[in-house]
């Protein structure tokens, strides 16, 4: 794996690469390869925000540059063909220090930075084309985020949440390790029109290490 930094202030863009694939900091010129991997088969996304359309691809892309300093998205490089085969990002990322100060407005810390790294963070926002599901590409994947989370930021939890009637998403964390909190009810506007309830999942740092072996077998499995 390897993290190869750039710019001078915040959370500098990284890219993060192993064996099947490579996350680059999603950009502008991602757009048309976004759009041909969203557009092989859509009937998996009914309950994943995903683009639609070379503008539908620029739309994304600048919404998530726009929540740049709690958030780092990513699209996903397949190695094997080099063809961009979906996104995924860090989510809600936040800095705590002890003892607590009073949180500040919005109930968040201060602006995370490379010198004053995430206490906590949430992977997600992930999907992929209809040829990388179910293979190495999203095993991978997460296993980089992990470890850039727990390893370089030293972070003390990595969460995800998914709608709780995604079924197929919540056998997906769960594989990853993590441990299931519960659902946040009435929680957020859902894509099909309705109020999304939320499942939410963790993994803590005392827990990383047997998530990171049992991600290694299952990439070991998949190769």
């Known amino acids: 794996m390897t993290m190869l930094n750039a710019t001078a202030s915040g959370l500098n863009p990284v890219t993060l690469s192993g064996r099947f694939v490579r996350l680059e900091p999603?950009?502008?010129e991602h757009a048309e390869e976004l759009a041909q991997a969203?557009?092989?088969?859509?009937?998996?996304f009914g309950l994943?925000?995903?683009?639609?359309?070379?503008?539908g691809a620029r739309r994304y892309i600048e919404r998530a540059r726009q929540a740049v300093g709690h958030e780092v998205p990513f699209?996903?490089?397949?190695?094997?063909?080099?063809r961009v085969v979906g996104s995924t990002r860090f989510l809600d990322l936040d800095v705590f220090s002890w003892p607590a100060p009073i949180p500040a407005a919005g109930g968040t810390g201060p602006t995370p930075s490379d010198h004053l790294p995430p206490t906590v963070a949430e992977i997600g926002a992930t999907w992929y084309a209809a040829s990388a599901q179910r293979t190495a590409v999203?095993?991978?994947?997460?296993?980089?985020?992990?470890?850039h989370a727990f390893e370089v930021w030293g972070v003390i939890r990595v969460?995800?949440?998914?709608?709780?009637?995604?079924q197929a998403s919540r056998r997906a964390i769960e594989r990853l390790g993590a441990q299931f909190e519960g659902i946040r009810r009435a929680h957020v506007p859902a894509i099909d029109g309705t109020i999304r309830d939320s499942a939410y999942f963790s993994i803590l740092r005392d827990e990383w290490p047997s998530a990171?072996?049992?991600l290694m077998a299952r990439l070991d499995r998949e190769y």
């Not at 994943?48 to 503008?55: A, D, I, K």
């Open 38 to 44: 969203a557009g092989e088969d859509r009937t998996s």
């Open 159 to 166: 969460s995800f949440k998914t709608d709780a009637r995604n």
């Open 75 to 82: 699209a996903v490089r397949r190695l094997g063909d080099e």
């Open 48 to 55: 994943t925000t995903v683009p639609e359309g070379v503008e």
């Open 212 to 214: 990171r072996a049992g």
């Open 26 to 28: 999603l950009g502008s």
């Open 138 to 147: 999203n095993t991978e994947s997460k296993l980089l985020l992990l470890s």
